[in-house]
């Protein structure tokens, strides 16, 4: 099959971006534990998939509905990738799905899922290999047709085809020219000062525990400190009253019902980030006029510049 | 065309690979206890069997985590072409009730069961024979599928079952010399029929199989309760257990479908043993001529070999967990 062909395939199925890149490229770039020859040394070609976040969903109200319907595209997302595959199969091909977000805690943590639960830092770092697009200030992949507003989905497969060519410019703006998801962050998870001239490949990054105090507040983290905080405890009604908690509530919740929308539960830094062709639509809704409604102050201290937070600006 | 013939066609195209039916009432007289169609709903008269096989490309792969993650994917598979069959046959003026594949009835045996034994269902309508592990064996793709019914009140044809077994028995043992828990019969009388000798220890294989699920849950907490004196509570709670089971409940990953080892090594499979075989993790699983046998005057035996040496870890790694709860050393 030829990369339009599967490409092709994908698109009936709902897929919205396909990148191609080499499992032998991949060893080099990624750290050992979720290097692709850990799952297979006989699956040479990497696929990343993509699915972009309907711009509804972008333009709703921050809340649990948003959270929810973040974690159906993840679903779609991946039922398509799985139907993807037995196509492939039907042509007589090995191909093998592999989750955006599920984890082998021997390797690695759910840390690594954030920011906004796009995907793990793995697969976003394989999609910039495949050509889908660049990591942005905030480590999150940036496409060029939906900006960060998608999610990914990987697969391994024994097709015979040529790798996509990683893009050749960042995306992203960067601090100085623009720095909305770092000025929007509410955990302040995203680097706020740079070197004034410096590339962005300096000074990207992430907090990844303070984006998961957001983006995964009932997570698996989290599970485990509350579970800890009810031994941390010498008075009985203090203990039952953490056990009859909300929290205990919403956990559940989080782990049986959200599923993947545990990842996803703070999506502020995609959905201002103006990289993408649908930026300009999800605009147009109130609620996203209101993230950031004066914009983004920057600072300039000799050789620094650095951008004020909105809860600053605020004050 | 018959409405069977078209039905079946239609489950084809929604990716089943082979579809059966068995009637209602046949299957019922054969039941000996409350896995049978009338416990669930009375008034049906078919059922309909289908399976969906897990990608071979799976069988590429040496990580557990990711084949878990798609045998989940290919039972979502199977469940969504089980609501389709019952949209379809409700609009030709049926009912359709797609059975649940995996949950669980508390009262219908001692221990958890599925309202209908899915493995007899399929053996019953032709899709194919249980073999000597349980496992349904498909022609096509050995027992590397997933089954999905649906009950009707829909008159179909039934299917025949098939005439011969495709499981080989102790003339293979392949299952049984691999698994990691020898949950399946090592032993069996000389000549004796499969039929007579299959069998699985399900709580051993659950051990594997099922390794974050329900049941090493309760047998956790049991030792965390019972076990003096008690283990450091920090230490249970801090453990990398309580994180995959949370997410065993997020993602159902590691709760089913935790262990492949008889998938890996059963020969039957017309459409998938020939790819499975060339990948170099599964020659390696047993080597061409490393089955051995003991015949003995009125009995055959296998040869235990277990699972390869760099794949224990796999089975070992919830040790230190239950060191942490029986007060161990530190680790």
């Known amino acids: 099959m030829t990369k339009e062909e599967v490409r092709s395939l994908a698109k009936n199925l709902g897929i919205d971006l396909v990148g191609f890149t080499t499992c032998e490229r991949l060893e080099q770039k990624l750290p050992e534990s979720v290097r692709p020859s850990q799952i297979s040394e006989y699956l040479p070609v990497f696929m990343v998939l993509a699915k972009h976040i309907p711009v509804g969903i972008s333009a ?256 | 065309m018959t409405l069977t013939e078209e039905l079946f066609e239609f489950a084809r195209s929604r990716g089943a690979d082979s579809i059966g039916v068995v009637s209602a009432e046949a299957y019922e007289a054969k039941v000996p206890n409350l896995q049978k169609p009338s416990t669930s709903a009375m008034g049906m008269k078919s059922l309909i069997c289908f399976v969906k096989h897990m990608l071979t490309g799976s069988f590429a792969t040496r990580d557990v985590p990711v084949q878990s993650l798609n045998s989940h994917v290919c039972m979502d598979g199977v469940e969504r072409i089980s609501m389709e069959l019952a949209e379809w046959l409700e609009k030709r003026g049926y009912l359709g009730i797609p059975v649940p594949p995996e949950a669980a009835d508390m009262n219908l045996q001692r221990s958890p069961a599925g309202t209908l034994d899915f493995k007899w269902v399929a053996e019953e309508s032709g899709v194919g024979t249980v073999g000597l592990e349980l496992n349904l064996l498909t022609p096509d793709y050995g027992p590397r599928v997933y089954i999905g019914v649906v009950m009707t009140d829909a008159a179909l044809d039934s299917t025949p079952k098939m005439e011969q077994h495709l499981c080989p028995g102790m003339k293979c043992g392949r299952c049984a010399v691999i698994c990691p828990t020898q949950a399946i019969p090592l032993r069996a009388p000389r000549d004796a029929h499969i039929t007579e000798y299959r069998n699985l220890d399900k709580r051993a294989c659950a051990s594997g199989a099922e390794r974050i699920g329900i049941k090493p849950l309760l047998l956790n907490l049991r030792k965390l309760i019972f076990t003096s004196p008690p283990p450091d509570p920090q230490r249970v709670v801090d453990h990398v257990y309580w994180k995959e089971f949370w997410q065993s409940i997020n993602s159902k990953l590691g709760a089913f479908a935790a262990c492949f080892e008889c998938f890996y090594v059963c020969p039957p499979g017309a459409k998938d043993f020939k790819k499975i075989i060339r990948i170099p993790y599964r020659r390696m699983d047993i080597p061409p001529g490393k089955v051995g046998r003991r015949h003995f005057d009125d009995m055959v035996e296998m040869v235990y070999r277990g699972v390869p040496e760099e794949r224990k870890a796999v089975y070992e790694r919830d040790q230190d967990f239950g060191e942490v709860l029986q007060g161990g050393k530190n680790p």
Not at chain 1, 123 to 152: C, D, I
Not at chain 1, 174 to 202: N, T
Not at chain 1, 276 to 283: C, L, P, R, T, W
Request: charged letters at 20%; proline letters at 4%; glycine letters at 8%.
């Open chain 1, 60 to 315: 709703a109200a921050d809340g649990s509905a948003k959270q929810m319907a973040a974690a159906l595209v993840h679903r779609v997302l991946e039922e398509a990738a799985a139907e993807l595959a037995y196509g492939l199969e039907e042509k007589d091909y090995l191909a093998v799905v592999l989750s955006s977000l599920m984890m082998d805690f021997k390797g690695r943590d759910e840390l690594s899922n954030t920011p906004a639960g796009q995907g793990s830092l793995y697969l976003r770092l394989a999609a910039v290999e495949a050509g889908l697009g660049t990591m942005g200030l905030n480590n999150m992949l940036l496409t060029r047709e939906f900006g960060p507003r998608v999610y990914l989905c990987g697969m391994m497969t024994n097709l015979e085809i040529e790798p996509d060519e990683p893009l050749q410019n960042e995306l992203c703006l960067g601090l100085e020219d623009c720095g909305r998801c770092a000025a929007v962050c509410p955990g302040d998870a995203i680097p706020r000062q740079s070197r004034r001239g410096a590339p962005l490949a300096e000074y990207r990054g992430l907090d990844g525990r303070a984006c998961a105090a957001y983006s995964q507040p009932h997570g698996v983290g989290h599970s485990v400190d509350h579970f800890r905080s009810f031994f941390q405890q010498k008075d009985s009604t203090t203990i039952k009253a953490k056990i009859d908690s909300d929290d205990t509530s919403l956990l559940w919740y989080h782990m049986a019902i959200m599923r993947q929308g545990a990842f996803t539960g703070c999506s502020k830094c995609l959905q201002v980030c103006p990289v993408g062709n649908d930026y300009e639509s999800i605009q147009t809704s109130p609620h996203r006029q209101r993230d950031l409604p004066v914009g983004v102050r920057s600072q300039i201290s000799g050789e620094n510049v650095s951008i004020s937070n909105y809860r600053e600006q605020q004050s």
